[in-house]
């Protein structure tokens, strides 16, 4: 049997996309090697109209979902995350491999 693809709304998907950039970033995440698991312990702030994220730039409006309690309660009834809001999120391995679609979406900085 096939198993059903866990179904997000756009706000959850771009959350949790942001998230998993936020994950493969040392300065942001502190990876648990015994569970696979990451937990990202820093979300930045926007400054203007834009935010950094590692190596990308991505605008302020799409970090709105890391200030919702809503969108990280989803998130966590999901399995994606576990919801430490608004303080940090703990990527489960189904969440970090979670296929969002939007990775090509962000905008690679050179700072």
Not at 31 to 59: K, M, Q, W
């Amino acid at each position: 049997m096939k198993k059903k693809p866990i179904k997000l709304n756009p706000l959850q998907k771009r959350t949790l996309a942001l998230l998993q950039l936020l994950a493969q970033s040392p300065e942001s995440s502190i990876p648990d090697a015994d569970t696979g698991e990451v937990t990202v312990a820093y979300l930045p702030n926007p400054h203007g109209d834009h935010v950094h994220i590692g190596a990308y730039v991505v605008s302020a409006k799409d970090v709105s979902g890391f200030s919702n309690e809503a969108v990280w309660r989803a998130l966590d009834r999901k399995g994606l995350i576990r919801s430490g809001f608004p303080v940090q999120a703990t990527l489960t391995v189904a969440g970090l491999g979670y296929e969002t679609g939007l990775q090509d979406q962000f905008e690679h900085s050179n700072h």
